[in-house]
């Protein structure tokens, strides 16, 4: 008779096996063939023509308009996360605290961006953020300015963008996490002549922190390889890796390099969000442990 452990550890086994199998064939076989084609040659004649070089990573590492690219896409994708952050964080609190019927008709706002398309949004941005959009009208009204201010295409207004689309994942993952958080240890500390702003570096955040690198962590990972949002709000004029290959992909047929900077803007990604999960959770030990 098999014993109640390995009856479990099947079970187990056999619930995660369809979700094993399905990411196998949807995610690591892609990447596998990807990194393949990033090993090719390029012929501009055969844009998958046989051969194992490194030419295309050392042709991104070495050329300093590549190198730009990336830098400029861990800079918004960085803004991205802390705005989110930033902004997101009272607005999970007080979702984390609503009691009231009113919770539910909160949760739907917050989520309700997400039943648009990406796409729809970024008209939406341009419509606001174009030189005769919503808020240049506004300010020359005003007499804040006597000519529209260049706000499309830049880097900042993909910041913007990229946060409206961002901001309810960072949300319900927060909220979430300061659900738990029993409000007793809050009244508690309140109540010990703790003023609010000790009381929420004291006790909320280091117990929120999970909730903050699940949140940054996925906001991170959304931003970085958006490409709608960006190539519509940034135009030509603010490039990202993800629009780099497209690019490169669909219309200088360089299927290699492409391939290239696609792995390369993974593996930075996944060093960012662990050097940032561990750099959080550092501090966060540190602060539990004084």
């Not at 309810?168 to 500390?189: C, H, N, V, W």
Request: aromatic residues 10%; glycine residues 8%; contains cysteine.
């Amino acid at each position: 008779m098999a014993h109640p452990a390995a009856k479990r550890r099947a079970a187990g086994i056999a619930l995660a096996l369809p979700s094993a199998v399905a990411l196998g064939l949807f995610c690591v076989a892609p990447l596998l063939y990807l990194g393949r084609y990033s090993l090719f040659v390029y012929d501009p004649a055969d844009p998958l023509a046989r051969g194992v070089t490194l030419a295309s990573y050392i042709r991104f590492l070495t050329d300093s308009y590549y190198l730009g690219v990336l830098a400029q896409t861990l800079a918004i994708a960085f803004s991205v996360t802390l705005a989110a952050l930033v902004l997101g964080f009272p607005v999970a609190y007080g979702l984390a605290r609503q009691k009231s019927r009113w919770r539910a008709v909160c949760l739907v706002l917050i989520i309700s961006p997400l039943y648009v398309s990406a796409v729809v949004r970024a008209y939406g941005w341009l419509v606001i953020l174009g030189d005769g959009g919503l808020i240049n009208n506004l300010l020359i009204w005003l007499g804040v300015v006597q000519r529209p201010i260049r706000m499309m295409f830049t880097s900042w207004a993909v910041v913007v963008a990229l946060t409206e689309v961002a901001l309810p994942f960072m949300i319900l993952t927060l909220a979430s996490t300061l659900q738990k958080i029993d409000p007793m240890l809050e009244e508690a500390a309140a109540n010990l002549g703790a003023r609010p702003w000790r009381v929420f570096k004291e006790v909320i955040l280091p117990l929120s922190m999970p909730g903050i690198i699940a949140g940054s962590m996925l906001v991170f990972i959304l931003a970085a390889g958006s490409y709608a949002t960006p190539a519509l709000i940034g135009g030509r004029r603010v490039k990202m890796l993800v629009t780099e290959v497209y690019q490169q992909m669909t219309a200088i047929y360089n299927w290699p390099f492409g391939a290239a900077v696609s792995f390369i803007l993974l593996i930075l990604t996944l060093l960012c969000v662990a050097g940032f999960s561990r750099a959080l959770s550092d501090r966060w030990r540190i602060e539990a442990g004084r």
